[in-house]
């Protein structure tokens, strides 16, 4: 529903369009380096993971972010990572 929302408030759908492939590799690679890089890229601070990401994106590809930021919401379903700075490494 998103893609519609925002079509209408902006009147076009050209911004969006230009960040979805970059929004597809953030959500599924499992590469920590592509990941930090688009998140530095959009200045991204905290990421969002809830039921819709759970049910597109693969597990082994969200678990980047539990394993590496700091959450700062978590409920049965939702969690919210916070992205500042260097992110947290597992002894790798």
């Known amino acids: ?13 050209e911004e969006q369009a230009r960040r979805e492939s970059d929004l597809e590799i953030l ?13 530095e890229k959009y200045h991204i601070a905290y990421v969002y993971i809830g039921p819709l ?10 678990d980047k972010f ?13 969690a919210i990572y916070r992205v500042d700075g260097e992110p947290e490494h597992s002894g790798e």
Request: net charge negative.
């Open 1 to 13: 529903g998103w893609a519609g929302h925002e079509h209408q408030w902006r009147g076009n759908y």
């Open 66 to 78: 539990t394993t590496r930021y700091p959450v700062v919401y978590q409920n049965s379903g939702v």
């Open 27 to 39: 959500f599924t690679s499992t590469d920590p380096l592509m990941t930090d890089l688009l998140l």
């Open 53 to 62: 990401e759970r049910q597109k994106y693969p597990q082994e590809a969200l």
